[in-house]
Nanobody
Framework: QVQLVESGGGLVQAGGSLRLSCAAS????????MGWFRQAPGKERTFVAA????????YYADSVKGRFTISRDNAKNTVYVQMNSLKPEDTAVYYC???????????????WGQGTQVTVSS
């Protein structure tokens, strides 16, 4: 089993930055793809970004490309997402996820964190 705990969320003004972290425990996540998803009130959970096992390949939703950067530190069993130039439409609960294949679908991820709230004010 893998436990994922997100941190780093909060309230920020539009144009600001936040860095979310996701710490994994229970087993190493070195052999797992790691991803970030988000869910705004009344909307479905959607893909934000993913990173391959080695960290060498990254994938982004079009809406965050050029503004967000996903990375991982396998020695620390932790994945990050640096979010810059934040917009009010980025407001959501952000979830960390781990799975066995790179995918944009929530169905492909086996482990999920509890989420961290990000609120961007205009």
């Amino acid at each position: 089993q893998v436990q994922l705990v997100e941190s780093g969320g909060g309230l920020v003004q539009a144009g600001g930055s936040l860095r979310l972290s996701c710490a994994a425990s229970g087993r190493t996540v070195t052999n797992l793809v790691m991803g970030w998803f988000r869910q705004a009130p009344g909307k479905e959970r959607t893909f934000v970004a993913a990173v391959s096992r080695s960290g060498g390949n990254t994938y982004y939703a079009d809406s965050v490309k050029g503004r967000f950067t996903i990375s991982r530190d396998n020695a620390k069993n932790t994945v990050y997402v640096q979010m810059n130039s934040l917009k009010p439409e980025d407001t959501a609960v952000y979830y960390c996820a781990a799975g066995f294949a790179v995918a944009m679908s929530t169905n492909e991820y086996n482990y999920w964190g509890q989420g961290t709230q990000v609120t961007v004010s205009s």
